[in-house]
């Protein structure tokens, strides 16, 4: 069994807002969010580790994030350049550039499900269709 992954989360209160700054133990950011959208982060975390793939616990500033995003909110906008990121392993970039989960069914094979991209443009494409607009910019299950 593969041992979840850590993650330690901080929060700091800026001008517009609290926000959650959420870092594995090596300092790497996996995400950001306000307060106000926690269940939202929550489930994608879930989506993207598994429910059971990663535990979350309080920390004091993992990695410096907290620092640098302070540094953030009093004018200092190159830090965000510098944050040391690492996105999920489970996500790979499809040939139509979008981000997008690989399936179940890719996961447990060695290929990956955006290899099809082109002969299923419905997966990642956007939507030829002229109602695309009203319904949704893109059919990308990472973005809807």
């Known amino acids: 069994m593969v041992e979840p992954l850590a993650l330690l989360v901080d929060r700091l209160q800026t001008p517009i807002g609290e926000l959650l700054i959420v870092a594995d133990r090596a300092g790497n ?27 979350i616990e309080a920390a004091r500033d ?7 995003m302070r540094a953030y909110f ?8 510098k944050l040391p990121s690492r996105p999920p392993a ?11 989960a690989r399936s179940a069914a890719a996961r447990r094979s060695a290929t990956p499900s955006w290899r099809s991209a082109s002969a299923s443009p419905r997966r990642c494409a956007p939507r030829a ?3 695309a607009r009203t319904r949704s910019a893109s059919s990308c299950p990472a973005i809807a």
């Open 129 to 131: 269709s002229p109602t």
């Open 90 to 100: 489970r996500l790979s970039r499809p040939a139509c550039g979008r981000r997008c």
């Open 62 to 68: 993992p990695g410096g994030l907290t620092g640098a």
């Open 74 to 81: 009093k004018g200092d906008i190159a830090v965000i350049d």
């Open 29 to 55: 950011l996996r995400t950001i969010d306000w307060t106000d959208h926690e269940a939202r982060m929550r489930r994608l975390l879930d989506r993207s580790y598994g429910k059971a793939g990663y535990t």
